[in-house]
């Protein structure tokens, strides 16, 4: 069974900084690309980041380049977010979601984590 | 980026009601659009990738067309199990953008 775990989420001080980390099982990790998508309350999904299975090639939403950095180890089959300057619009839930296919670059994700939340409040 | 719009933004119906939502891309993504279904707290489902073909295990009643920049979703004989939020998604580019959604509640 495809399973998915995110963990690190949290309440941040405005320009802090937080990892999320999400914990993936049940499938081959290293044969996927994996995408970050967030969700702030209320509101609708809005995806913020995607990595290729060796983690060799990343790829933003704009209002995230140059503050988070997406990453993974494969022997750990494990996929993080490095949030760094964040802001009070960064609150959101954030879901780990896996591509459609092994290998498959595009957008389209099936399988998704319970999701973190991050706070970010003075 | 590409844009994406969804109507109606709230949609209210009863069982066994045909259904359908409309999603409209800003420029063609010929078929690469995907359907997803989010109860509260919990996370979204797929339910409908490249424009029509149905994942695996999701019942049949919910079906997609559309091609280029009109898509729509439609759910043949609503269930209790399917009021929830539903949301288009393209990927044909990065960033791959959601519509704002679909809320079917009870009428």
């Known amino acids: 069974e495809v399973q998915l775990v995110e963990s690190g989420g949290g309440l941040v001080q405005p320009g802090g900084s937080l990892r999320l980390s999400c914990a993936a099982s049940?499938?081959?990790?290293?044969?996927?690309?994996m995408h970050w998508v967030r969700q702030a309350p209320g509101k609708g999904l809005v995806w913020v980041s995607r990595?290729?299975?060796?983690?060799?090639?990343?790829s933003y939403a704009d209002s995230v380049k140059g503050r988070f950095t997406i990453s993974r180890d494969n022997a750990k089959n494990t996929l993080y977010l490095q949030m760094n300057s964040l802001r009070a619009e960064d609150t959101a839930v954030y879901y780990c979601?896996?591509?459609?296919?092994?290998?498959?670059?595009?957008?389209?994700?099936?399988?998704w984590g319970q999701g973190t939340l991050v706070t970010v409040s003075s | 980026d590409i844009q994406m719009t969804q109507s109606p933004s709230t949609l209210s119906a009863s069982v066994g009601d045909r259904v359908t939502i409309t999603c409209r891309a800003s420029q063609s993504i010929s078929s690469w659009l995907a359907w997803y279904q989010q109860k509260p707290g919990k996370a979204p489902k797929l339910l409908i990738y490249k424009a029509s073909s149905l994942e695996s295990g999701v019942p049949s009643r919910f079906s997609g067309s559309g091609s280029g920049t009109e898509f729509t979703l439609t759910i043949s004989s609503l269930q209790p199990d399917d009021f929830a939020t539903y949301y288009c998604q393209q990927y044909n580019s990065s960033p791959f953008t959601f519509g704002p959604g679909t809320k079917v509640d009870i009428k």
């Open positions: 049940g499938f081959t990790f290293s044969s996927y690309w």
């Open positions: 979601a896996r591509a459609f296919a092994a290998y498959d670059s595009s957008g389209c994700v099936d399988y």
């Open positions: 990595i290729n299975s060796d983690g060799s090639s990343t």
